[in-house]
């Protein structure tokens, strides 16, 4: 792979990573077992992403998300 995208895939792991720290931190406040799964989905395809150096984990955990999304397993949005 070039160096450009060498760095751009890292731009978006570092983003994906954030993402999962995110989640987590939000399920640690509200401890809705949905952000769990969406955060652990974000991690789990960051780190395979790192490991294989390749793209195609970001996209499919990405998928993977909308496809929780589809089946209601979305982080909810509600809000006391």
Not at 36 to 42: K, R, V
Not at 43 to 65: H, I, K, N, Q
Request: with cysteine.
């Amino acid at each position: 792979m070039s160096v450009i995208l060498d760095w751009a895939l890292m731009a978006i792991q570092v983003l994906f990573c954030i993402g999962a720290i995110g989640v987590f931190a939000e399920f640690n406040h509200g401890k809705d077992i949905r952000n769990l799964l969406a955060s652990c989905t974000f991690a789990e395809a960051t780190v395979a992403s790192y490991r294989l150096d390749a793209w195609w984990p970001l996209f499919v955990g990405f998928g993977v998300l909308w496809i929780f999304k589809s089946l209601g397993l979305d982080p909810s949005d509600d809000r006391p």
